[in-house]
């Protein structure tokens, strides 16, 4: 089955849609639209991506799969049933600065980890 | 290697579109085009916030009802993000800088303190701050006290003498630092910055009393000190020292921008900050509080997309903390 589906989608791609692969993709956080612009200073808007896509058969290896994935993925392509795909997440994230109000009314600097997305896996 | 911090201009939001442009750029998204209008975009590339540098920095700007009050930022604040945000997105790790101390959190704090002008000359200025906000799970690594002094209308003592300032907390003779300001470089205006760390480290997190002495006047410096001896002046004894506010101390009229501030650095050990908020001992979602009108709706915003309240956020025109 894994070698059917290994192919299958070169054939068989015309119909079925491809489905995207697991990739980071744009997510524009604007903290006016999420209503925190009354405490926070700056950014009030940052790229913070997301991931989205399918982790299917054969992973690519820039998507760093855990070998829990890879099996995972394997198992998936061979039985659909059996389980579902490994999941596309962020695999690295930086944080952001940013400069808010406190409770007290005083101007905080704080670094917030795990802000961007910098880039996405299978795991 | 440039130096990657950036002098604290007015031209704040500028540089704030800076900060975007180069995290845009590094991503490849940005084209070298020159920046179009603020009226040419789209409501997406809304330019980073217009901070008025006219604004009183504590006063409550009267914001649309409903609205919690806008409180301005000092200048030193906002280079200190401009510094780090831009650091950041060049991947240089802010804690490298040795003004950050190593910590995630610098939070600033404006004088309460008014002076007392029932003493003249006034040798001593009591600087309050309020830093009951400042979090007991989150380790001091450093806090200074930022004085602006003005350029003082006259000289204000013998010409060839320095003086010593000293700050302590208030009632206390403990010395938590000293500065000489010698004459000639009395002349321009500028920020003395002194170590109050050791003032914080065993203070209960309320209000913090600092105190500004006018201390003793230090030796006359060696040339002028000999051309006094040469010229046979009998050794004066050394005036009294003189009025804090000839120094250039003086907080009467000060514009905000000019008002001392207080400057903690501390480090926060968690990872995910926002859930620090949350967790603030006195905010009642995270108590649980079974109330009806303590149930804020979840932290996300409704599908209406106008946002509930979350656990961590401020009701709208109702200050809380966070």
């Known amino acids: ?123 | 290697f440039q130096q990657a911090s950036i002098s604290s201009s007015s031209s704040s939001s500028a540089e704030l579109d800076t900060t975007k442009d180069v995290r845009n750029r590094k991503e490849g998204k940005m084209s070298r085009a020159p920046r179009e209008s603020s009226a040419g975009r789209t409501p997406r590339e809304r330019p980073e916030p217009r901070l008025r540098p006219e604004q009183e920095p504590q006063s409550q700007e009267r914001e649309p009802p409903g609205r919690a009050p806008r409180v301005v930022p000092h200048e030193y604040m906002l280079s200190i993000y401009r510094t780090y945000s831009i650091a950041e997105k060049l991947g240089i790790n802010a804690s490298f800088f040795p003004s950050s101390k190593s910590a995630n959190t610098i939070t600033s704090f404006v004088d309460r303190g008014l002076d007392d002008l029932s003493h003249t000359p006034l040798r001593r200025q009591k600087y309050l701050f309020d830093v009951s906000t400042l979090s007991d799970n989150e380790e001091l690594v450093g806090a200074e006290l930022r004085l602006y002094r003005r350029a003082p209308s006259a000289p204000w003592g013998p010409p060839a003498r320095p003086l010593r300032v000293q700050l302590h907390p208030c009632l206390s003779p403990l010395l938590l630092d000293a500065k000489t300001l010698s004459p000639h470089g009395a002349t321009r205006a500028g920020w003395e910055v002194f170590d109050v760390w050791r003032g914080l480290r065993h203070q209960p997190r309320k209000q913090l009393c600092l105190e500004l002495r006018a201390g003793a006047w230090g030796e006359p410096d060696a040339a002028a000190g000999d051309a006094e001896a040469r010229a046979g002046a009998p050794q004066q004894p050394p005036p009294a020292p003189p009025d804090l506010r000839s120094l250039g101390f003086g907080r009467r009229l000060r514009p905000p921008q000019e008002r001392a501030l207080l400057v903690v650095f501390t480090r926060s050990q968690r990872k995910n900050l926002f859930a620090e908020m949350r967790e603030q001992p006195d905010s009642v979602e995270a108590a649980g509080d079974p109330s009806p009108g303590a149930a804020q709706g979840s932290p996300w915003p409704s599908p209406s997309g106008a946002p509930d309240i979350g656990p961590w956020l401020p009701s709208p025109g109702r200050r809380r903390r966070r």
């Open chain 1, 1 to 123: 089955t894994a070698f059917a589906s290994r192919h299958g989608k070169r054939h068989g791609g015309g119909g079925k849609k491809s489905r995207l692969r697991c990739s980071k993709k744009p997510l524009h956080v604007n903290f006016k639209e999420l209503g925190w612009d009354d405490w926070i200073i700056a950014p009030l808007e940052y790229e913070a991506y997301h991931c989205e896509g399918v982790c299917d058969f054969p992973l690519r290896s820039h998507l760093e799969p855990t070998n829990h994935a890879i099996i995972q993925t394997l198992m998936n392509s061979m039985d659909p049933g059996s389980t579902p795909p490994s999941c596309c997440v962020p695999t690295k994230l930086t944080p952001i600065s940013i400069l808010y109000i406190d409770a007290g009314n005083n101007v905080v600097y704080k670094q917030y980890e795990d802000m961007v997305v910098e880039s996405c896996g299978c795991r």
